[in-house]
């Protein structure tokens, strides 16, 4: 029994080893290997070598599916690309896989020496990350000395003799072991070193050790696959083509048998056997498969279509990826979309003072569904302006970049604002039972109305740059901040008063002006960025003497002047 917990004891530092080093190297360079795999490569060949490269980095296949996921989720890689880089990192695990199983006994002390100065002494630093990596390889090394020794007296007791020949005579069993010690230890890569290291020892024989290096493989699939399960389809498709990959590798097993009897023949020991399979069956199965990226593609995008199901997230329609060439181009499609967080934005709105006015819960739901919108097509243009490198752009386009950057931003704060008004105002009528008295009702009411119109114009503003309609908004920004005072000021006058409804609401109604004085100033910011934008080159138009815009003051519609 101690045997066997020490066999156990040294798995477990194998696996934590590992986690170590994939965490180590995320922390240091995770922000490198994404934006080498964020790349846009223009072949698989490029994808192919940068999964290899970051594999071998993080020395975790599942990392490189993470981040692959990640991007295709976010519309920044294309699926063929993905699954080039999944090729690549299982070549990366099979070469990490026969540089840790080489001699290097002497190494695992100065490494765990050298990983715990430079991480106690510089914790919070990038070089106390990379002794945080060092410590993980020399006890990634140890584990596997520990094992031989462990395993030793292993091989001799009956017991364990008679449960490893079960496996023996089923190799889909032994597939299904290799597979769920993977999905277990989170590593393929620990997996494949223990079973080459159980092999060396003679605890197990060669045909079940290929075995279960299959399964290894077919494990780190299903762990991308759960780990993408609650992705859109779009990420899933990556997880489900490099699963599928995976699985085509089960072709190999009818052909096992006489393989195993060459390799027999070559009189290598059953360690360095095992690992030249892995590392001999990834390479032919990766570049053998690698010209078949985009029909798997298409194959995945038929197996997990997109569904659009009434009532659920809305998803961007103007962003298109192939107009990213065309900077101004692609401005105009990002212009499209902010516009349309606008519109849901005042949809917003109006269903507030639904809520406002009766309490309805049709709408304080519709509310939340709209929001749940705006944070979406907000991520789009986001994630779709990021793709656009500023330093491409010319100097009028990089302004444009940044006021529809600005706009996004602000529209979505105000959605999130617009959803803690409902709530206050939810907690007010429903948990509460009270309501507003008529006249600070229709107090908010005439705020309400002010601010849908300067959302309007503000949004008119930001697409049109028109210096004429901004100095409009500025002024409707001033008429706003002025009539919330007075009404402010209305609410105490109510409250001195004695008015029974304004005491019971006076928290809520003062909070709600306060909120719509946040509201006001976003709606109104792009004034500043179309005011602040020099003006076309017209030769036609005579020059103006300068004057300070932001005092102008034009006259407004009904106004005197």
């Given amino acids: 029994m101690l045997t066997l917990l020490h066999l156990l004891s040294a798995i477990a530092l194998l696996v934590w080893g590992t986690h170590i080093v994939r965490t180590g190297i995320m922390r240091v360079y995770g922000s490198h290997l994404r934006r080498l795999l964020g790349r846009s490569m223009s072949n698989a060949p490029l994808a192919f070598g940068a999964g290899i490269g970051v594999t071998a980095l993080v020395q975790s296949s599942n990392a490189t599916a ?33 540089v840790l199983t080489l001699d290097l006994s002497w190494l695992s002390p100065l490494l765990t020496l050298l990983g715990v100065c430079l991480f106690l002494s510089r914790k919070q630093s990038r070089a106390g990350q990379l002794g945080r990596v060092l410590i993980g390889l020399g006890l990634i090394i140890l584990a596997l000395q520990l094992i031989v020794q462990a395993a030793e007296p292993i091989t001799e007791a009956r017991g364990m003799q008679v449960l490893f020949s079960s496996l023996a005579g089923d190799t889909l069993l032994a597939v299904l072991v ?92 059953a360690q360095t056997q095992v690992i030249g399979f892995h590392l001999l069956y990834n390479s032919l199965r990766c570049l053998l498969l690698l010209p078949t990226v985009r029909p798997m593609a298409r194959v995945c995008e038929h ?114 604002i617009i959803e803690h008004m409902l709530g206050k105002v939810q907690n007010l009528k429903t948990t509460q039972r009270r309501s507003f008295s008529d006249s600070g009702l229709e107090e908010l009411n005439q705020l309400h109305a002010q601010l849908s119109a300067n959302l309007r114009l503000g949004l008119s503003v930001f697409l049109s ?3 004429h309609s901004a100095r409009q908004l500025l002024q409707h920004k001033r008429q706003f901040r002025k009539l919330e005072r007075e009404l402010a000021h209305a609410h105490v006058q109510r409250l001195h008063q004695q008015v029974v409804e304004s005491i019971e609401t006076s928290a809520a109604h003062l909070e709600l002006i306060a909120d ?25 138009t005579p020059a103006e003497p300068p004057r300070d815009l932001l005092s102008a003051e034009p006259r407004l519609p009904g106004k005197p002047a």
């Fill in 178 to 269: 290799g597979a769920l010690f993977a999905v277990l230890s989170y590593s393929s890569l620990a997996a494949v070193l223990l079973t080459s290291t159980l092999a060396g020892a003679g605890l197990i024989s060669l045909p079940v050790a290929l075995g279960l290096v299959i399964g290894a493989n077919i494990g780190s699939g299903l762990l991308a696959w759960l780990n993408a399960s609650l992705q859109p389809a779009s990420a899933r498709r990556v997880a489900l083509g490099n699963l599928l990959y995976k699985l085509a590798g089960l072709l190999v097993l009818p052909f096992l048998d006489p393989l195993v009897a060459w390799m027999a023949s070559l009189g290598y020991s």
């Fill in 66 to 98: 993470l981040l692959a996921i990640s991007f295709v989720a976010q519309g920044l890689m294309a699926l063929p690309t993905a699954l080039a880089i999944m090729l690549g990192a299982d070549v990366g695990t099979a070469l990490m896989a026969r």
């Fill in 516 to 540: 719509m004085k946040r509201l006001n100033s976003l709606f109104c910011s792009a004034a500043y960025a179309a005011l602040e934008s020099p003006p076309p080159a017209n030769p036609r």
């Fill in 303 to 416: 197996l997990l279509p997109e569904r659009s199901l009434d009532g659920g997230v809305a998803q961007p329609r103007h962003l298109d990826p192939a107009a990213l060439d065309t900077p101004s181009l692609a401005l105009a499609n990002a212009v499209r979309e902010t516009l349309r967080i606008g519109d849901l934005v005042e949809s917003m709105l109006a269903r507030l003072l639904d809520v406002l006015r009766d309490g309805h819960s049709d709408s304080a739901e519709e509310i939340r569904r709209l929001d749940d919108d705006v944070d979406a097509l907000y991520s789009g243009v986001k994630l779709y302006l990021a793709r656009m490198p500023r330093e491409d752009l010319a100097e009028q386009e990089g302004r444009r970049w940044a006021e529809i950057i600005e706009l996004a931003i602000n529209l979505e704060q105000a959605g999130d």
């Fill in 465 to 467: 740059g028109d210096g």
